[in-house]
C-alpha cells in the first residue's frame, strides 16, 4: 500500500541550530515527492518538490531536501532555524505523473526555542 | 495569481445538521481536490475532480458526504447530516495537468461540529 510516514511528531530546536525532519515512503515506483509546510489557521504552502534529476533539492525560505532512493527517503533539511520556521511540516508522495492526488504523512510539529 | 479560495473560513453547526463548503480553483487550474484534515494528521483526499468530472471518490463517506463542481470550475462540498467525527480542517486544491505538477491549497475550512 502506498504510504507516507514521519516518525517524529514533535521536534524541538534552539533557533540557530540545524534542522532535520525524517520522511519515508512507501511506493510501488519512484513516486514525486513533496514537503508542505503549515503555520496555525493556514493552508498548506509548498516548500520544495522533487520529480527527477539531482536527488538534493533547494527550496524556498532555505529548506532543501534529499531523495534516497535506497532508503525510501526524501528527508527535509535547514541549516539554521529561526523562530519564524515554527510550524507543522507534511512529507507527501504523488504519482510520477501530474494530476493525481497526494497522499501525506502526518505531519511533524516543529517549535523553536529561543 | 489569485489563490484557490474558499468559504466560509470557520463554521460551527450541531450534529445532524447540514453544512457546505466552496472552492474557487485558480483560473485554468483542470484538477480540483478536497481534503479532510483532522487535528494531528495530515490531510486526506475526499474527492477528485477533473474538469467536471470525478476521478477519485473512493473515500468520500457517500452516505453523507456529497460534492459537485459545476461547468468544471468552482466546487461544493456538502455534509448531511453531520457527525461529531467530522469535524475537521476541509482543504480545497487545485493544480494543472501538465508537467509542472503545480499544486495549490486553500487556506482551508475549519468545521466544529457540536
Known amino acids: 500500500a502506498q504510504s507516507v510516514t514521519q516518525p517524529d511528531i514533535h521536534i524541538t530546536v534552539s533557533e540557530g541550530a540545524s534542522l532535520e525532519l525524517r520522511c519515508n515512503y512507501s511506493y510501488g515506483a519512484t513516486p514525486y515527492l513533496f514537503w508542505y509546510v503549515q503555520s496555525p489557521g493556514q493552508g498548506l504552502q509548498l516548500l520544495l518538490k522533487y520529480f527527477s534529476g539531482d536527488t538534493l533539492v533547494q527550496g524556498i525560505k532555505g529548506f532543501e531536501a534529499e531523495f534516497k532512493r535506497s532508503q525510501s527517503s526524501f528527508n527535509l533539511r535547514k541549516p539554521s532555524v529561526h523562530w519564524s520556521d515554527a510550524a507543522e511540516y507534511f512529507c507527501a508522495v504523488g504519482a510520477p505523473q501530474a494530476g493525481t492526488a497526494l497522499i501525506f504523512g502526518k505531519g511533524t510539529t516543529l517549535s523553536v526555542s529561543s | 495569481e489569485a489563490g484557490v479560495a474558499q468559504s466560509p473560513r470557520y463554521k460551527i453547526i450541531e450534529k445532524r445538521q447540514s453544512v457546505a463548503f466552496w472552492c474557487n480553483p485558480i483560473s485554468g487550474h483542470a484538477t480540483l481536490y478536497w481534503y479532510q484534515q483532522i487535528l494531528g494528521q495530515g490531510p486526506k483526499l475526499l474527492i477528485q475532480f477533473q474538469n467536471n468530472g470525478v476521478v477519485d471518490d473512493s473515500q468520500l463517506p457517500k452516505d453523507r458526504f456529497s460534492a459537485e463542481r459545476l461547468k468544471g470550475v468552482d466546487s461544493t462540498l456538502k455534509i448531511q447530516p453531520a457527525k461529531l467525527e467530522d469535524s475537521a480542517v476541509y482543504l480545497c486544491?487545485?493544480?494543472?495537468?501538465?508537467?509542472?505538477?503545480?499544486?495549490?491549497f486553500g487556506s482551508g475550512t475549519r468545521l466544529t461540529v457540536v
Open positions: 486544491a487545485s493544480s494543472l495537468t501538465g508537467r509542472n505538477y503545480g499544486y495549490t
